[in-house]
């Protein structure tokens, strides 16, 4: 459909990416093509611990009522950063056929060190990048991540970066709660099950998930992103991760046009 015979007023119904837009513009997602991975990760986190805690909560309730109520806020806490880096816009510069509609003027004109991309045709940024996969152009932008279905850029990577600190300390719990059951369990069957179910699969998790955050802090010592590491960019340019405010976006799904 032609964007002038489009009849709506909000910005949402125009908008050009891969993006899924929810609630009438409300929240912003990934593409399908993250579908499968992010719900790996929500099964992770919602599913895996119900046999879990139905296993444990006795024992672990019998050492200390700490313990279980801990690794429920862990639990909490990783959904909470999964959720916020998810809807949070990453920093994407809207394409230039948008900001024309809008009046707006977002990197329009080239500038110092500017470099053009052909498929927003705006000129972004140093730090800046196409992402293939959302089709957008993102503002120090990490890389994209089909886990959490979203980009991760320079407006929701402190949130990737509690996500990635959250779901290693969830896992170490359930390392330490099925520890603690097994030196209460006498029954090599129980034992069995539970090293079966639980230890051998969080901790292969938990040294993969601690190998990604060992990256992320190596990255903040260097000041580079995933993207400059792997690729051997180096860091040019001003554009930085704010790690005490969150920046403003540059477009309001919802805006009336």
């Known amino acids: 459909m032609e964007m002038e015979t489009l009849k709506s007023n909000f910005l949402y119904q125009y908008w050009q990416s891969n993006n899924r837009i929810l609630f009438q513009g409300r929240i912003m997602i990934g593409p399908k093509t993250d579908i499968l991975a992010n719900l790996f990760v929500w099964g992770l986190l919602l599913i895996f611990p119900i046999p879990f805690y139905l296993s444990t909560w006795t024992k672990t309730w019998d050492i200390s009522p700490t313990i279980p109520f801990l690794t429920i806020f862990l639990q909490f806490t990783s959904i909470t950063f999964l959720v916020l880096t998810s809807i949070t816009e990453p920093g994407i510069i809207p394409k230039k056929q948008l900001q024309l509609r809008v009046g707006t003027n977002y990197f329009l004109e080239e500038f110092q060190d500017s470099r053009h991309c052909d498929t927003c045709d705006i000129y972004r940024p140093l730090r800046a990048s196409h992402c293939s996969d959302c089709n957008n152009c993102v503002l120090v932008f990490d890389h994209h991540c089909p886990f959490v279905n979203n980009c991760i850029g320079k407006r929701n990577y402190r949130y990737f970066f509690s996500f990635l600190i959250s779901i290693f300390a969830f896992a170490l719990a359930v390392v330490i709660s099925s520890l603690l059951c097994l030196s209460t369990?006498?029954?090599?069957?129980?034992?069995?099950?539970?090293?079966?179910?639980?230890?051998?699969?969080?901790?292969?998790?938990?040294?993969?998930?601690?190998?990604?955050?060992?990256?992320?802090?190596?990255?903040?010592?260097?000041?580079?992103?995933?993207?400059?590491?792997?690729?051997?960019?180096?860091?040019?340019?001003?554009?930085?991760?704010d790690w005490l405010n969150l920046n403003d976006s540059l477009f309001s799904l919802r805006l009336l046009i």
């Open 185 to 241: 369990v006498n029954d090599y069957q129980d034992q069995k099950i539970l090293v079966i179910l639980f230890l051998v699969p969080v901790i292969i998790a938990s040294l993969v998930v601690f190998i990604f955050f060992l990256f992320h802090v190596f990255l903040r010592i260097t000041g580079k992103t995933t993207r400059e590491k792997l690729k051997q960019i180096s860091k040019t340019g001003d554009e930085d991760f």
